[in-house]
T-cell receptor, first 113, second 114 residues
């Protein structure tokens, strides 16, 4: 069965702190894709990144970085020097069969000034 | 405007009433999806559609009906609304069924059933 676990329900940090959001997934397939979405207080879902199961290179985009490790079935997301605008709910998702995304329950990040 | 839109954005209804949530996309994407978002559950798939006149159940389909007579529209109907259907509903679309395809989400509809 496919499953995505985001064990951290809520995280609170102070501005400029680094923060890592954990994502652990379960799948039996060898080909799959992992995604991160951001949901700011305004409510829309914003696509952040997609990673396929054959590419374990870390990805960096500005203050955001992602660490994909197949050995531990994890796809963690790090925000460096967090800012108040990073406050949001972050979802990790898995797409294996190509029909629909399987979402984790989300991690609510609160960044205070 | 190009993109994916949902209407209404907010809806309050009463138990037992029929409610239809609309979803419209302008990309001619083949696949469309309905998810519901609830605290503690993340997003869960209600129904999806691979093309016009082709629909299939997701994880939580009970109490919902969908149709897709045109590629661009994918309405979701609650035939007899219940309080447990109070939720935020997101429509999404993707170009194909390939697992790498990004899904594009609408802005969501916040439904309250009294």
């Amino acid at each position: 069965a496919q499953k995505v676990t985001q064990a951290q329900t809520e995280i609170s940090v102070v501005e400029k702190e680094d923060v890592t959001l954990d994502c652990v997934y379960e799948t039996r397939d060898t080909t799959y894709y992992l995604f991160w979405y951001k949901q700011p207080p305004s409510g829309e879902l914003v696509f952040l990144i997609r990673r396929n199961s054959f590419d374990e290179q870390n990805e960096i985009s500005g203050r955001y970085s992602w660490n994909f490790q197949k050995s531990t079935s994890s796809f963690n997301f790090t925000i460096t020097a967090s800012q108040v605008v990073d406050s949001a709910v972050y979802f990790c998702a898995l797409n294996q069969a190509g029909t629909a995304l399987i979402f984790g329950k989300g991690t609510t990040l609160s960044v205070s000034s | 405007d190009a993109g994916i839109t949902q209407s209404p954005r907010y809806k309050i209804t009463e138990t037992g009433r029929q409610v239809t949530l609309m979803c419209h996309q302008t990309w001619s994407h083949s696949y469309m999806f309905w998810y519901r978002q609830d605290l503690g559950h993340g997003l869960r798939l209600i129904y999806y559609s691979a093309a016009a006149d082709i629909t299939d159940k997701g994880e939580v389909p009970d109490g919902y009906v969908v149709s897709r007579s045109k590629t661009e529209n994918f309405p979701l109907t609650l035939e007899s609304a219940t309080r447990s259907q109070t939720s935020v509903y997101f429509c999404a679309s993707s170009e194909t069924s390939r697992s790498y395809n990004e899904q594009f989400f609408g802005p969501g509809t916040r439904l309250t059933v009294l």
